[in-house]
């Protein structure tokens, strides 16, 4: 119904075409809250120029041109930028204006005097001498007093003087110049005062919750090095605090327009940094670089924007954003499987204020009433929601980051617990290994154990061969003499058979007495020859064990002369003198025979082996006096350590002595100085246990190196 | 004649002296007796350019019987001694070494004395 009366009047305004005819002005024609544009009405006519008297009502306006205010273009400008002129109009209030009380306000910067039936109601900065722009930043509208019934001129002087290379209002788009001068109601006066107040709510908001982002961001820069996401972040807050205080720095303080055009230009600048450089950390957290496709959008669309807001050529602007949000867009698309948990408040902290930055916009244009209502929450989300975002993202990453560093935790609990099980099996499988080894040895052990027991027995075979050959020999002498003596006394008896049958009793006598001493000597031979047999038997048998009371000086004495003649008989080049020093004091003593036995056989023979070596070399130079030497000696000691006594059998030999360096060795089974084949490296560590485990005594070396050795075996006496 | 015998046993001297009786108490021989090798060079050196038959065993504590052949034959006295070696049964090595070094005849354990005797006599002779 409204909107029917509106074409009605506008169509009785259109047919009514002469000047002086009063436009009818109703309440229906408030845009929002009661604010009416004056500056688009039909009926102004204009004059380039100026001239006081062009306010009175009778004055000529012959020459005036039919043109409203919407209309006015940079075209009009003199050289020195300057544009003037009036404007007059015939208005008349119908009665929806009863009893409003009624104001004038202006959105617009150039100066203005208006006037009203030729009075001056109210100069809006100074049109004069010196020049002053007004400013109408969050003013209140001047109030007029306008009788509804009643006809007005109205006239108005305006004077725009800027430079040109600064964005003037005349160039703005026609709807811009709408608000060039408005008539408004109680309920705009409202609007301003909620304005006022919701500015300064905002301002405080923003200025300081950008300042503490700030401040945040930095100090996390400041403690947390190399995290370039922070850095970022920090540098976003800076743009973010900039661009708060440009945009809202003109509410602030009485702002005067060339700081207004710089705070407006930073401004459009730092709100194309922010969305930019939001976009920059959306992709920098999606694919941690940023192309050099962004960068090179990010110039022209900076370069854009400057061009919109100083010329108001918004088309490659528009153009810029748009391929700027399709550029990011196809980023966010492409990763959109790869975005994560904190990921996603990035990617909400950028598209939501590109959201109410368009939201904005839109607004603006398109609803003035939801824009005025809603512009300053709107303005704030644009600024405050990507910073508030980011906050979300580091405490969403520090909860992902607690929640890694738990599963870490967790992790190392699992494998510690994991290890633990396993050392345990482990444990359990080395125990069973152990017992399977321990088997396994012990069943080597015994193997050792017979083995060992058969290389004692070979061990005291190879020292029987030594034995045999020096045997045969020894045997012969005796036999030699058991046969002669027994073969002298039959050739002796038939001596004596002569003598007596010739009655010759004196040399009879004389052939009984040899008869007699030669059986002794054959009797003494033949013990011999079957002492020999019985020590070969004895040495050869598995020892018994059993100690018994035994003549060591006659031992020694066997076996030395056995010992010696065994190595002559195996080399024939061999000789050595060998001496005995016995202690007849000695007597017998309890030992095992056998063992002894072995153990003085294998001394004497290593003896006679030494003195053979050195022989080999010492006895080809000539006038040599090195004489082989084996000496053994016995002697009986009654101050013992234990105070017992002790029997001591010294095996010394002049021979080339035991290097220190083998010195430990000696003693250790299968060592051998000897030829391969030649020793089985048991006689000195079989002597050593016989000595040693066998019989509580002690078997000593003195190895000097040039004189020979000496061997000690140092019985005890029970 | 005399013969220098040498052997470590005390008894060859009793066994000698018993089986050469009436050679000796027919002054054919002289027996003089050694029982090492170091004490038959003593004796040689004394009775020098005696002439002499030795007799000698080859398995003796100190210098062995092959070491005074060698001593006798190579290095000792001119014209050199006969010498003869005692060995045991069957060491024909010994023998071979004794036959190098210059050894004029070999006995073997137990001395077989008929034989000995019927040695000496050719040697004699």
Redesign the interface.
């Known amino acids: 119904m409204r909107t029917i009366l509106t074409l009605c009047f506008f169509l009785v305004v259109n047919i009514c075409s002469a000047q002086d005819t009063a436009i009818t002005l109703s309440a229906s024609m408030f845009q929002s809250h009661q604010r009416l544009f004056l500056a688009p009405l039909d009926g102004w006519i204009f004059r380039q120029g100026h001239d006081p008297s062009w306010a009175d009502e009778n004055s000529d306006i012959t020459g005036w041109k039919k043109f409203n205010l919407t209309e006015l273009t940079a075209k009009m400008e003199d050289n020195t930028g300057r544009v003037e002129g009036w404007f007059r109009i015939k208005i008349k209030l119908d009665s929806s204006f009863q009893n409003m009380p009624l104001g004038i306000s202006r959105d617009l910067w150039a100066a203005t005097d208006v006037y009203i039936n030729g009075e001056l109601a109210h100069s809006f900065g100074n049109t004069g001498n010196p020049y002053q722009p007004y400013n109408p930043i969050l003013k209140y509208p001047r109030p007029v007093t306008l009788i509804p019934g009643e006809e007005y001129l109205i006239a108005i002087h305006f004077v725009d003087y800027e430079t040109t290379f600064t964005q003037r209002e005349i160039r703005l788009k026609p709807q811009n110049l709408q608000r060039f001068i408005n008539l408004t109601g109680p309920e705009y006066t409202n609007l301003v005062t909620r304005d006022i107040k919701l500015t300064h709510i905002y301002v405080t908001i923003c200025i300081s919750v950008s300042s503490l982002l700030f401040l945040l961001f930095w100090l996390l820069v400041f403690l947390n090095p190399g995290q370039k996401i922070f850095v970022l972040f920090a540098r976003y807050t800076t743009f973010i605090l900039l661009g708060t205080i440009f945009i809202f720095g003109n509410t602030l303080f009485e702002i005067s327009y060339s700081v207004e055009k710089v705070r407006f230009i930073v401004m459009s600048f730092s709100q194309a940094v922010m969305v930019i450089f939001g976009l920059f950390i959306l992709e920098w957290v999606l694919t941690q670089k940023i192309s050099a496709a962004s960068w090179i959008i990010f110039i022209v669309v900076q370069i854009a924007n400057i061009t919109a807001h100083l010329f108001s050529i918004s088309l490659p602007f528009g153009l810029a954003f748009t391929i700027m949000l399709v550029h990011f867009g196809r980023i966010v698309y492409i990763h959109r499987k790869n975005i994560r948990g904190a990921q996603w408040t990035i990617v909400a902290g950028i598209i939501l204020p590109t959201i109410a930055t368009i939201f904005y916009i839109t607004l603006h244009k398109y609803s003035l009433d939801l824009f005025n209502e809603y512009d300053k929450l709107i303005l704030s989300m644009t600024v405050l929601s990507s910073p508030f975002f980011l906050l979300t993202y580091i405490s969403m990453r520090f909860k992902e980051v607690l929640a890694a560093v738990k599963d870490e935790a967790q992790k190392v609990i699992d494998i510690t617990e994991e290890k633990r099980q396993l050392l345990a099996n482990q444990n359990l499988v080395l125990e069973k290994q152990v017992e399977e080894r321990t088997h396994e040895l012990k069943h080597s052990l015994e193997t050792l154990k017979s083995t060992q027991s058969q290389l004692i027995q070979s061990e005291k075979m190879a020292s029987l061969g030594e034995l045999t050959a020096g045997i045969a020999h020894e045997i012969q002498n005796p036999l030699n003499f058991v046969n002669n003596f027994s073969e002298l006394n039959t050739e002796l008896i038939d001596e004596l058979q002569k003598e007596l049958a010739a009655g010759s009793v004196q040399s009879a006598g004389e052939i009984v007495s040899d008869i007699k001493s030669n059986s002794e000597k054959i009797n003494l031979h033949g013990k011999r020859a079957g002492d020999i047999v019985k020590g070969m038997l004895q040495h050869s048998r598995t020892s018994s064990g059993q100690k018994e009371p035994t003549d060591i000086n006659a031992l020694c004495d066997e076996y030395l002369r056995l010992s010696y003649h065994g190595l002559r008989a195996k080399d024939k080049s061999f000789t050595a003198k060998f001496e005995t020093e016995l202690d007849k004091a000695i007597g017998k003593i309890n030992v095992v025979p056998q063992d002894i036995g072995r153990v003085v056989l294998n001394l004497i023979n290593n003896a006679f082996y030494a003195v053979n070596e050195k022989f080999k070399v010492e006895g080809q130079k000539p006038g040599t006096s090195y004489e082989p030497t084996v000496t053994i000696s016995t002697t009986r000691s009654l101050s013992s350590a234990e105070g017992r006594g002790e029997v001591i059998i010294k095996v010394k030999d002049n021979g080339n002595g035991i290097p220190d360096s083998i010195k430990d060795k000696i003693f250790q089974p299968f060592f051998t100085t000897k030829p391969t084949g030649q020793g089985t490296g048991l006689g000195l560590s079989l002597s050593y246990d016989i000595i040693t485990k066998g019989h509580g005594g002690q078997l000593q070396v003195e190895p000097g190196e040039q004189a020979g050795s000496t061997f000690i075996i140092t019985l005890p006496l029970k | 004649m005399k013969i220098l015998v040498v052997d470590d ?1 005390q ?1 060859v001297k ?2 000698f002296e ?2 050469f009786r009436k050679e000796i108490k027919d002054g054919r021989v002289e027996f003089a007796f050694a029982y090492s090798g170091e004490d038959a060079l003593q004796l040689l050196n004394r009775w020098e350019h005696e002439a002499l038959l030795i007799l000698s065993d ?2 003796m ?4 019987g ?2 005074l052949l060698e001593n006798v034959k190579k290095r000792y006295m001119k014209p050199p001694p006969v010498v003869m070696m005692i060995t ?2 069957g ?1 024909a ?2 023998y071979k ?1 004794a036959k190098e070094l210059g050894a004029d005849d070999f006995l073997t ?3 077989d ?1 008929v034989a000995l005797k019927e040695k000496l006599n050719l040697t004699n002779g």
């Open positions: 046993e008894d009793a066994l018993q089986r080859i398995n504590p100190g210098m062995s092959l070491q045991a049964y060491d090595e010994n070494i354990k137990p001395v004395f």
